[in-house]
């Protein structure tokens, strides 16, 4: 990474710091654990930044690992994404990627082991009895009449169940723990269950799969995990974590500490809620613009950077809260007022006509690629006898607190001349379609020779040079803060959360590549589409506007 970027502290960096201190480690080794039933999104930016910063700082590694114990729900197409995203916000993993289902020959090993000690028995009971047996958070479970089997009865009846002896939910094997826990994790959890399901990595070697409890722990030791962070919903799991590991021959006994996820306002970050949008069509898809995902927010004009900043602001506590939206955007807002350059483009374009001014000729006027930063350069942008301004630009009449162009009054076109609005033609609804105007030769570069003051400074765009574009302007999906907690999530998705619109921009624009995010002046910010932006048909989103608009109306 090449900004230099100060960490504060948290206290899984001051865990980290005693356990090196007192010699418990000599060196830090993470894992980023991701299931590949989805794309990745912020929430997972956070755990990353998280993980994979804590291996950058100590020197130590991060590995990557698909926890990969779900075949019917899981797919190649998320596993290629999460390795782009990753990659993308500047990480990189140790070593070759792991899979969880690369232990699935050694879990299977564990599981034996665990059965010849007599602390795992084949369940039969109807996955209805399961959870009835178990008991609730008030009452204790109660203990199932296949608990007591014998080793070598569970020992015959696991092998059926591995050689396709038994139906998805006629058999399971299950930790014999105690049914009586006041943590219900550790009410005999089921860590093997029958799938007859292909699996991406193992095709169908399988048709037994180990749960995520017995997997995650044994997964983290076998890869010499030394801090195996994660977030609090798996506090009371740490027991099962812990047990799995105290009564297993493994040799490794990574420690688990876990950081309250990233709830973000106006969003919903459940992968299960994100599947729907895109399966139902909500969205156009995982890397819509409107996504809280890592491929949303790059399509979007996001860049890594800004996306690194955001975690660190927000940073670990084991505080559950929810964030405000426009942090995430005044992150980029930060990054792109720095970074990107100025460009002029018009959203809703109405004709001007300096009737002074020769039809046949072009001036290539050059222009600041950023006003405050003279290393970024200059650029060559052509001014014509038309042009096109912004429809809002101008009125008939108005009073001295509106700065741009109006009836009879003078205006600055930015980075040209000085122009007066002499007389406009409308259509027979009454629409403005043309208006003409002189400009004051003298103007280009200085101001009026005779001390008039011109207040306003509008953009454009000529007419016969400049370039058609889709605009596709984006606000926040949902209408509400908290869409995760409404009873239909989907009925909050605010319908004006893309407005596409017929543009003109800088004939420049037509060299915009993919991942470059310019300031249009005056409007905000904005980065070709990735997908279908070509030079031919330029298509641009809005990655933010320049100030929080939000602000304003959540303050009425
Ligand atoms: P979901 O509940 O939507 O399925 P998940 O947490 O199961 O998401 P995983 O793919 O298992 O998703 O997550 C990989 C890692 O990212 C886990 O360590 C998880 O704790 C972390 N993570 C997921 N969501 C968030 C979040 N909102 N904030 C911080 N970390 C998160
Ligand atoms: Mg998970």
């Known amino acids: ?29 993470t894992r980023f654990p991701p299931e590949p039933n989805g794309y990745l999104h912020i929430g997972h930016a956070k755990s990353i930044c998280l993980n994979f910063g804590i291996a950058q700082d100590y020197q130590g590694q991060c590995n990557l690992r698909f926890d990969d114990t779900n075949p019917e729900k899981e797919d190649i197409e998320y596993v290629d994404s999460i390795k782009e995203d990753v990659k993308w916000l500047g990480f990189s993993w140790a070593g070759d990627i792991h899979y969880s289902s690369d232990y699935f020959d050694k879990l299977y090993e564990y599981a034996l082991e665990l059965i010849e000690k007599g602390l795992a028995y084949v369940e039969e009971l109807t996955p209805e009895q399961i959870r009835e047996y178990r008991g609730t958070l008030t009452h204790p479970g109660k203990d199932s009449p296949f608990r007591d089997r014998s080793v070598e009865e569970n020992l015959a009846l696991f092998e059926k169940m591995r050689s396709g002896g038994f139906k998805e939910g006629e058999a399971c094997l299950r930790a014999k723990i105690d049914m009586s826990s006041s943590f219900m994790v550790m009410r005999d959890p089921v860590i093997y269950r029958v799938r007859f399901a292909s699996h991406h990595q193992t095709g169908d070697k399988w048709c037994i799969y180990p749960m995520y409890d017995f997997t995650h722990c044994l997964s983290d030791a076998l890869e010499g995990i030394t801090h195996s962070i994660c977030t609090l919903e798996f506090q009371d799991n740490r027991r099962l974590y812990d047990w799995v590991l105290d009564n297993l021959s493994v040799g490794c006994h990574p420690r688990q500490y876990e950081f309250s996820r990233l709830n973000l306002e106006y969003t919903v970050m459940s992968k299960r809620k994100l599947n729907q949008l895109v399966t139902e069509k909500l969205v156009e898809g995982w890397d819509d613009p409107r996504m809280p995902t890592i491929s949303g927010l790059r399509r979007r004009g996001f860049t890594s950077a800004s996306i690194r900043e955001f975690c660190k602001r927000i940073g670990v506590t084991k505080q559950e809260n929810t964030i405000e939206f426009s942090s995430l955007e005044s992150c980029i807002r930060d990054d792109l007022n720095e970074n990107a350059p100025r460009a002029m483009a018009v959203l809703d374009p109405v004709k001007v006509v300096i009737e002074n001014y020769d039809a046949d000729k072009v001036e290539y006027l050059k222009l600041a690629n950023h006003p405050n930063k003279p290393e970024m350069g200059e650029r060559e942008v052509p001014f014509t006898r038309e042009l096109w301004i912004e429809r809002e630009d101008f009125r008939e009449e108005a009073n001295k607190k509106y700065k741009r162009l109006v009836l009879g009054k003078e205006v600055r076109l930015r980075g040209a001349y000085v122009v007066k609005a002499e007389r406009v033609e409308k259509d027979e609804n009454g629409e403005i379609t043309t208006i003409f105007c002189t400009c004051d030769p003298e103007t280009l570069g200085n101001n009026p020779s005779d001390g008039r003051k011109i207040k306003g400074v509008i953009h454009w765009v000529s007419v016969e040079k400049g370039l058609p574009a889709e605009i596709r302007v984006y606000d926040r999906l949902f209408t509400i803060p908290n869409p995760g907690a409404a009873s239909d999530f989907k009925a909050t998705i605010n319908p004006d959360s893309l407005i596409k619109k017929q543009g003109v921009v800088e004939a420049g624009l037509k060299k915009a590549q993919a991942g470059e995010t310019f300031q249009f002046e005056r409007i905000g910010y904005f980065c070709p589409d990735n997908k279908d932006s070509t030079a031919d048909a330029l298509v641009f989103n809005r990655t933010v506007g320049l100030r929080d608009t939000w602000a304003k109306i959540e303050a009425k």
Do not use: C, W, Y
Not at 5 to 28: C, M, W, Y
């Open 1 to 29: 990474m090449s900004e230099a970027e100060a960490r504060p502290s948290n206290f899984i960096r001051q865990i980290i710091d005693k356990d090196l201190a007192e010699g418990k480690h000599t060196s830090v080794h």
